[in-house]
């Protein structure tokens, strides 16, 4: 079943998705001004207060970090340039500061660079300064990085990096002394050459052991390269130009190695155009199940029969297409119950001359396109976006939605007016009305850089109980955002740590009561384009300052109930006992 509610792009189901087909200039023209009328974005409403309570700043060159991302093109515009790549925040060395691992690229044929280049790892020092510790890490990876997901796969207590490249992936196992050591061989998860894509750690059949879905973008060969022009300039190739590929799952055999067991799960019978991926249980029936975005094929939404055998469901619950029932560019995703329903909802980037897709949750399985009405896509259709999250920055109570911005061809100013390779990033406020409005223009000098963004990840990088931001841009150096809401707003972290479940808990829910206020969040491994973040649960509270009652269900169907708990910390709940 597709969405019956929102309109989700302006874009009538005959029209080709934007630069997506060879069009003429005459036509994108016209697919640019019809986002400011007929069934384009909605008008904007207006926030009822003069100033705005979200506010990010700019703290990149504070922090030390000196990171450059390359792409490794070399002017022949390989497919698998504009899709580099995700980050990572994870605490890799247990002291309860948030750090960031950037994916990098690796020069492509016919590219010439003096020093091969390779992601990094920099340790969260405190105070807004961080260190690059990738060499004495073990983790500099000279691959071509795309997806990165984290996860405690051997159950030791320590979180663990995949990588999930073009060429052979790796898995970084955590020492738990601040090093790791490449278990890929060891645990074989490899995956061959494919061109990588998300990654995610899940336990499909709730024992306790962490499974691993890696996506697949699509069949790429140097020899098979494909030469676009578009109005006498060189274009990116489509997705179409290529065979689309199925993605890869692994289960864990509890031994510190895996099983491809794509083809018994279900998952091996259907290729794709992999990019972002969440894996949730959004039918509440106790298990996980897998949202994999496709590049302009429809979406695959894996449906999880309690065992780890998935049957694909985009068609029947209304993801894999938007409201006119087209399949769109789909790039980034992120997962969260943004109208407080207990249910959780799934928000989709795209491509320009498309809108991003909020599907909201209606419960019995199935989904809607929500967007126009939600007017989650305001300021969206003149751009590609990529990384986003459901985040709560000034602590209300309700989700926000920020969404990473850039094109990805970079000679797209001299085809179309008003268009550009890079652009500044986008924040839309959540009104509490089931309504999102864009504040980007007010929230802070840290939506003022402009740059071609990715990957976006989310957490409390200095612990003031505010979530903060990390962008990868690509060809650039990172952006970083501190945030500095106003409000004396309260809030909730959770950290858990699994017992009879996995060690970092991942697939477990949590609903938090605060007076009038039920939040629900589950705790993910990839998610954003490509990209990890959110393994401690951050909750906004707004005036109410205790925690009545926090229920936890454990992945797999164990229930624990905490009461009365104050705000404004991070508590820390292992399985079965109190904080």
């Not at 069949?219 to 290529?242: A, C, I, T």
Request: hydrophobic share 35%; proline share 4%.
């Amino acid at each position: 079943m597709r969405g019956t509610r929102g309109l989700s792009s302006p874009v009538p189901p005959s029209q080709p998705h934007f630069l997506r087909r060879p069009v003429s200039f005459v036509c994108i023209l016209g697919l640019i001004l019809l986002a400011g009328c007929g069934r384009g974005e909605p008008p904007a409403p207006t926030l009822d207060a003069p100033i705005c309570p979200i506010q990010l700043s700019d703290m990149t060159a504070r922090t030390g970090i000196t990171f450059q991302h390359t792409d490794g093109s070399s002017g022949r515009y390989y497919i698998i340039e504009a899709m580099s790549a995700g980050l990572a925040l994870f605490d890799y060395d247990g002291d309860g500061l948030i750090d960031v691992y950037f994916l990098n690229g690796a020069p492509l044929r016919g590219a010439e660079l003096d020093r091969p280049p390779r992601n990094a790892l920099y340790r969260n020092l405190g105070d807004w300064r961080f260190a690059d510790v990738t060499d004495e890490a073990g983790v500099g990876d000279e691959g071509f990085g795309l997806g990165v997901t984290v996860g405690d796969f051997d159950n030791d207590g320590f979180p663990d990096l995949y990588l999930n490249n073009y060429g052979p992936n790796v898995l970084y196992r955590n020492n738990g002394d601040g090093t790791f050591t490449d278990a890929t061989a060891s645990a074989g998860v490899g995956n061959g050459n494919w061109v990588g894509a998300g990654a995610a750690f899940l336990d499909i059949d709730a024992d306790g052991c962490l499974d691993l879905y890696v996506g697949n973008y699509l069949e790429f060969h140097y020899d098979g390269h494909v030469e676009r022009m578009v109005d006498g300039l060189p274009s990116y190739p489509l997705p179409r130009d290529y065979d689309p590929v199925p993605d890869t799952l692994y289960r864990n055999n509890g031994d510190g190695t895996f099983t491809d067991i794509s083809d018994e799960s279900g998952i091996a019978r259907h290729s794709g155009t992999s990019m972002g991926m969440v894996c949730a249980d959004y039918d509440n029936d106790g298990d996980t199940d897998i949202f994999v975005l496709n590049d302009v094929l429809e979406n695959f939404f894996f449906q999880n029969d309690g065992t780890g055998r998935f049957q694909e469901v985009a068609v029947q619950n209304g993801t894999a297409y938007n409201f006119y029932g087209e399949a769109n560019a789909s790039m980034g995703v992120d997962c969260a119950d943004y109208d407080n329903d207990g249910l959780l909802d799934f928000y989709m980037t795209s491509y320009q001359g498309e809108m991003p897709v909020l599907y909201r949750n209606l419960g019995r399985g199935i989904l809607e396109d929500a967007t126009r009405r939600a007017n989650a896509g305001e300021g969206m259709f003149a751009h590609v976006n990529w990384g986003t999250g459901l985040i709560d920055f000034d602590n209300d109570g309700h989700r926000d939605l920020f969404i990473a911005n850039g094109h990805t061809e970079d000679n797209i100013e001299l085809r179309v007016r008003g268009s550009a390779y890079r652009a500044a990033n986008s924040l839309l406020r959540n009104r509490g009305d089931g309504t999102f409005v864009n504040i980007s223009e007010i929230a802070g000098d840290g939506l003022r850089p402009v740059h071609a963004s990715r990957g976006a990840a989310f957490d409390d990088l200095d612990n003031d109980g505010r979530i903060d931001a990390a962008i990868l841009n690509s060809r650039q150096h990172p952006t970083v955002l501190r945030n500095e809401s106003r409000g004396a707003n309260h809030f909730l972290q959770l950290r858990l740590v699994g017992v009879q479940v996995s060690r970092d808990a991942v697939g477990s829910r949590v609903s938090v009561t605060a007076g009038d206020l039920t939040q629900t969040a589950e705790v993910h491994s990839g998610r954003s384009y490509q990209s990890h973040f959110g393994s401690r649960l951050h909750f906004g509270l707004g005036e109410r300052n205790r925690i009545d009652r926090l229920e936890i269900r454990w992945h797999g169907g164990n229930i624990q109930v905490l009461e009365n708990l104050p705000a404004d910390r991070l508590h820390t709940v292992v399985e079965g006992s109190t904080p």
